[in-house]
């Protein structure tokens, strides 16, 4: 059942959990993220970047493809489909191609120009329907080229881009995207507790939600996070299932290089990931 992420997260914010964004990068993925969902009953969010979107052709492809194959499987848990770390432009050819949701980046511009382009297109989405999701504070790592350092976001912008009435906000509090390095220092919990203060109560979203561990995910959620972002960790996953099975030779018994055979691993392996998630978010039965 595709809807906007709005309610979704507000019904998160309330229940002390976070719905999980896993992020999408073809048929496998998509098809496993919606069964596993709709196997814990928990609501989700499909994430697509701006390099994946035009990996799979386009949003306008990615769009079609999500709404028939979440009527084909029958799905009945919400689902958002949302556009991760999107440019001013891309954020708005979203909206055109059908997505229920946007996450307009503005954390490279200085806070006026953020502010502006983020009223432009609060008021956009939300005469669509579409929510919205805004960012202060750049996230450290790499994302479709973006490179960030893992700036703490300021609590008084936060405040600023939080009062335009976007429906969730990220903010930076060291969290990166990829793989964390060993000399990663973790998150900074007062810097969130002193946004999710200046912020309202509104949603909060954790990027980079691959390798954080347990007891951090946990406390971010009891901070206000509602939303966490989950994409490298499933590539992981996919591409080490992946690797074993051609190592084994299964490809070359039978007929096992067929893509669906020589697929099939990797995408149990994504639902294996997604439910670990799900548990440790707390969603499940919270359709």
């Not at 007062?190 to 939600?209: F, R």
């Not at 691993?265 to 039965?285: M, W």
């Amino acid at each position: 059942m595709l809807v906007n992420a709005t309610n979704m997260l507000l019904k998160a914010r309330d229940g002390h959990y976070a719905v999980g964004q896993f992020n999408i990068n073809n048929l496998e993925w998509t098809k496993s993220i919606l069964l596993t969902a709709q196997e814990l009953n928990s609501p989700v969010i499909l994430g697509v970047s701006e390099g994946a979107g035009k990996y799979m052709t386009g949003f306008k492809t990615v769009a079609a493809m999500v709404k028939a194959m979440d009527e084909s499987l029958g799905i009945t848990v919400p689902v958002a489909l949302h556009l991760d770390h999107g440019t001013y432009e891309g954020a708005k050819a979203c909206v055109a191609a059908g997505f229920t949701s946007i996450m307009f980046d503005g954390s490279h511009y200085d806070i006026d120009e953020n502010v502006a382009k983020t009223t432009e297109l609060v008021a956009l989405a939300h005469d669509h329907g579409l929510s919205i999701e805004a960012e202060v504070g750049s996230i450290g790592g790499e994302e479709d080229g973006v490179v960030g350092m893992g700036e703490i976001a300021d609590p008084e912008q936060c405040a600023k881009i939080a009062g335009l009435g976007i429906d969730f906000l990220a903010a930076g509090i060291g969290n990166i995207h990829g793989k964390y390095p060993a000399n990663w220092k973790g998150l900074d919990f007062e810097a969130l507790d002193k946004i999710h203060g200046a912020t309202n109560n509104i949603p909060l979203v954790l990027h980079g939600g691959t390798g954080i561990p347990d007891d951090m995910i946990k406390k971010a959620i009891s901070l206000g996070v509602s939303k966490i972002n989950v994409n490298t960790e499933c590539q992981l996953s996919f591409a080490d299932a992946t690797r074993k099975y051609i190592e084994a030779g299964k490809d070359l018994q039978g007929k096992g290089y067929d893509p669906r055979k020589l697929l099939a691993p990797g995408a149990e392996a994504i639902k294996a990931t997604v439910r670990e998630k799900i548990a440790l978010f707390g969603s499940a039965n919270k359709a």
